[in-house]
């Protein structure tokens, strides 16, 4: 059996710039670790606002490989503290072909392994299956220096079938980083219902499993990203356009004042950026606009307030340790393998499982009945 070990689950807020995030991070660790962590994990798509909340194809520039800049930063932080690191990526695997993915960083700076997200969700300001294509790697454990641990990520902790795999698998803590939040409008009227479901559903898998589950939530109210500068440009052209074809005078033209307008702010940053060597870490070219619950333009909708209370569960579903709605923290809890050890010999689920009885859960919905009659009546 091994030993006990603490976990660090690092609750943060997200700003536009993507080196600044990373930056962040990367202390965060480090106060996981000075606090005992020996294994900390990071919010889903830590490194951008929540970029989900509309459809918006300039936003595939904020992906990168695995390995990539985000891996190699952390994996530097995870020797340096001695900690294993679970490391939201934006994983960009070929031209087209994107995921949301976790990679799990050893003590050593290695990567022991990547979860790709399975379960892609399309609802209201979260618009991810435009972004990401489903994973294929199922749901693994993966041995640290710590303990074997798994990570699933955000939407998955709605479906008790993944849980349930990664216990399985043997891992003694689950972890889920996560981007979840309030509609403003429904906050009101929903808020406290939602959370609650939230919070219930993923002690459900710690209960049902007989493990660990830690949440790892962002904090912060998030607008949606404005339409990029290329797409206003392109409308405004087309006006000028129509205005062209109904005017019986043509509009003025001068080259001169168009070479000595001067450039957008974002590529004036873009370009310093890239001269002094900052590459993918400049600031993103479509920053957040301010503001908080009011609508944006061109259908964004009204932002999400992220609700944090990130938390960690033991074996029972007791809250061992919960963050604050509404600020930056890092949480550390302990990991007691005997825990699980007592809890499953007292709630045998894994023992008493009918395993020989479950083919129907691989099927989309079951039509028909166990004797072959469709339910439906035909």
Same mark, same amino acid.
């Given at each position: +059996?091994?030993?006990?070990?603490?976990? @660090?689950?690092?609750?943060?807020?997200?700003?536009?710039?993507?080196?600044?995030?990373?930056?962040?991070?990367?202390? +965060?660790?480090?106060?996981?670790?000075?606090?005992?962590?020996?294994?900390?994990?990071?919010?889903?798509?830590?490194?951008?606002?929540?970029?989900?909340?509309?459809?918006?194809?300039?936003?595939?520039?904020?992906?990168?490989?695995?390995?990539?800049?985000?891996?190699?930063?952390?994996?530097?932080?995870?020797?340096?503290?001695?900690?294993?690191?679970?490391?939201?990526?934006?994983?960009?695997?070929?031209?087209?072909?994107?995921?949301?993915?976790?990679?799990? $960083?050893?003590?050593?700076?290695?990567?022991?392994?990547?979860?790709?997200? +399975?379960? $892609?969700?399309?609802?209201?300001?979260?618009?991810?299956?435009?972004?990401?294509?489903?994973?294929?790697?199922?749901?693994?454990?993966?041995?640290?220096?710590? !303990?074997?641990?798994?990570?699933?990520?955000?939407?998955?902790?709605?479906?008790?079938?993944?849980?349930?795999?990664?216990?399985?698998?043997?891992?003694?803590?689950?972890?889920?980083?996560?981007?979840?939040?309030?509609?403003?409008?429904?906050?009101?009227?929903?808020?406290?219902?939602? %959370?609650?479901?939230?919070?219930?559903?993923?002690? !459900?898998?710690? $209960?049902?499993?007989?493990?660990?589950?830690?949440?790892?939530? %962002?904090?912060?109210?998030?607008?949606?990203?404005?339409?990029?500068?290329?797409?206003?440009?392109?409308?405004?052209?087309?006006?000028?356009?129509?205005?062209?074809?109904?005017?019986?005078?043509?509009?003025?033209?001068?080259?001169?004042?168009?070479?000595?307008?001067?450039?957008?702010?974002?590529?004036?940053?873009?370009?310093?950026?890239?001269?002094?060597?900052?590459?993918?870490?400049?600031?993103?070219?479509?920053?957040?606009?301010?503001?908080?619950?009011? #609508?944006?333009?061109?259908?964004? !909708?009204? !932002?999400?307030?992220?609700? @944090?209370?990130?938390?960690?569960?033991?074996?029972? @579903?007791?809250?061992?340790?919960?963050?604050?709605?509404?600020?930056? #923290?890092?949480?550390?809890?302990?990991?007691?393998?005997?825990? $699980? #050890?007592?809890?499953?010999?007292?709630?045998?689920?894994?023992?008493?499982?009918?395993?020989?009885?479950?083919?129907?859960?691989?099927?989309?919905?079951?039509?028909?009945?166990?004797?072959?009659?469709?339910?439906? @009546?035909?």
């Amino acid at each position: +059996m091994t030993e006990k070990f603490s976990v @660090g689950l690092v609750q943060m807020a997200c700003s536009v710039n993507p080196r600044e995030n990373l930056e962040k991070a990367q202390a +965060m660790v480090g106060q996981a670790a000075q606090a005992g962590a020996r294994v900390v994990c990071l919010p889903e798509l830590f490194r951008s606002r929540y970029f989900c909340q509309r459809e918006d194809p300039a936003i595939f520039d904020l992906s990168e490989p695995v390995p990539g800049p985000t891996t190699e930063a952390l994996s530097r932080a995870a020797r340096r503290h001695g900690v294993a690191v679970v490391a939201p990526v934006f994983e960009r695997r070929a031209p087209g072909l994107y995921h949301n993915s976790a990679a799990v $960083i050893d003590a050593d700076g290695r990567i022991a392994g990547l979860y790709r997200k +399975m379960h $892609i969700p399309d609802d209201p300001a979260y618009y991810e299956k435009f972004y990401f294509t489903p994973g294929d790697l199922g749901f693994p454990a993966f041995d640290t220096a710590a !303990g074997r641990i798994a990570t699933l990520i955000c939407w998955d902790q709605w479906y008790p079938e993944g849980a349930r795999l990664a216990a399985l698998a043997g891992a003694s803590v689950l972890f889920y980083p996560t981007a979840i939040g309030w509609h403003p409008h429904e906050k009101e009227q929903h808020g406290a219902a939602q %959370r609650d479901a939230w919070r219930t559903v993923q002690r !459900g898998h710690a $209960i049902a499993n007989g493990l660990y589950v830690a949440a790892v939530n %962002r904090v912060g109210y998030e607008a949606p990203h404005p339409p990029p500068p290329s797409r206003r440009r392109a409308k405004a052209a087309i006006a000028t356009a129509r205005l062209r074809r109904a005017s019986p005078h043509p509009l003025p033209r001068s080259s001169s004042e168009v070479a000595d307008a001067p450039k957008p702010l974002w590529r004036r940053r873009a370009r310093r950026a890239k001269e002094e060597g900052e590459g993918e870490d400049a600031p993103h070219p479509n920053p957040l606009p301010p503001g908080e619950g009011e #609508e944006t333009p061109e259908g964004g !909708g009204a !932002g999400i307030e992220f609700w @944090g209370t990130s938390f960690l569960a033991d074996p029972q @579903g007791v809250i061992v340790a919960e963050a604050s709605t509404d600020r930056e #923290e890092v949480l550390v809890a302990e990991i007691d393998p005997e825990r $699980i #050890e007592d809890v499953r010999r007292n709630w045998p689920f894994l023992r008493d499982r009918r395993i020989d009885a479950y083919s129907g859960i691989t099927r989309r919905f079951l039509d028909e009945d166990p004797s072959g009659k469709r339910r439906d @009546g035909s």
